[in-house]
């Protein structure tokens, strides 16, 4: 431990100032950082360790571990595997934001990443991008506007794939295709939303009854109106990629950190 205050002991119980107004008042930190130390377990007070709340006198002895400050300094880059029912952004209509998922029971058990979760990697965690409502998987959650400047906008050349189970607006003969030649080649490059021609796109075949989507822009529900475009329903659809980061097995409602050989 560092940033060590000396003096006397600890207040009674009912008695003194709130640990974190002391704290606040010599400089170790704001009043809502000091809470979140506490919190994680990186404030020390004559020795031991503080509980939120605590009470102590104006000079009682306090420690910060060093790791609070290199903590502080590092923003960090969540995925989350996005359960349908949940909005990217603010919360909307009812319906609770994504990031109320990142918590430490949340986060993926298979995430070796030997970094603590804490409350201060929530302060302005922010989506990078969105996915609808009733979509599912991969979804950035970043306090690095570096990446959310990578990941957001038109102009972003990261790539985005999805899955997308489908099945016809119109009942197909047996033995013929949900999809002819001619609009699978218009789902690639021939299509306009919104009075503007999309960006090419990749499209195949994953099995009998799901498409495989890359895409190089965003727009509101574009896969969802482009299927419907060429006569085909959209039932699912999830993001199982962005760039080089995968979704792999991370689990529906779980979350895992960045890690440092991943890039967008």
Not at 174 to 189: F, I, N, Y
Request: hydrophobic share 40%; aromatic share 4%; net charge positive.
């Amino acid at each position: 431990m560092t940033d060590q205050q000396t003096g006397p002991a600890a207040a009674p119980a009912g008695d003194g100032v709130r640990l974190s107004k002391v704290m606040a008042e010599r400089g170790l930190a704001s009043r809502r950082e000091a809470d979140e130390w506490i919190e994680a377990g990186w404030v020390l007070v004559n020795g031991q360790p503080a509980v939120l709340g605590q009470r102590v006198l104006p000079d009682t002895p306090i420690e910060i571990d060093p790791a609070a400050r290199t903590q502080q300094a590092q923003r960090v880059t969540v995925l989350l595997n996005k359960p349908i029912g949940y909005v990217s952004g603010q919360a909307e209509d009812g319906y609770q934001p994504a990031v109320v998922l990142v918590t430490a029971a949340n986060r993926w058990a298979d995430d070796k990443l030997p970094l603590k979760f804490h409350h201060g990697h929530l302060r302005s965690l922010a989506p990078a991008g969105r996915l609808d409502i009733d979509s599912t998987g991969l979804l950035v959650l970043t306090q690095d506007g570096r990446v959310a400047k990578t990941l957001v906008g038109e102009d972003s050349p990261v790539e985005k794939e999805y899955l997308v189970r489908v099945r016809p607006l119109r009942a197909v003969p047996p033995g013929e295709p949900w999809l002819s030649s001619l609009a699978m080649r218009t789902l690639h490059h021939g299509l306009d939303l919104d009075g503007r021609r999309l960006k090419p796109a990749r499209v195949s075949w994953a099995n009998e009854d799901q498409l495989r989507f890359v895409l190089r822009e965003g727009r509101k529900r574009q896969i969802r109106r482009m299927c419907e475009l060429v006569g085909l329903d959209v039932t699912g659809l999830k993001r199982v990629r962005l760039g080089s980061v995968v979704l792999g097995k991370l689990p529906p409602g779980q979350w895992r950190y960045l890690r440092p050989d991943e890039r967008f």
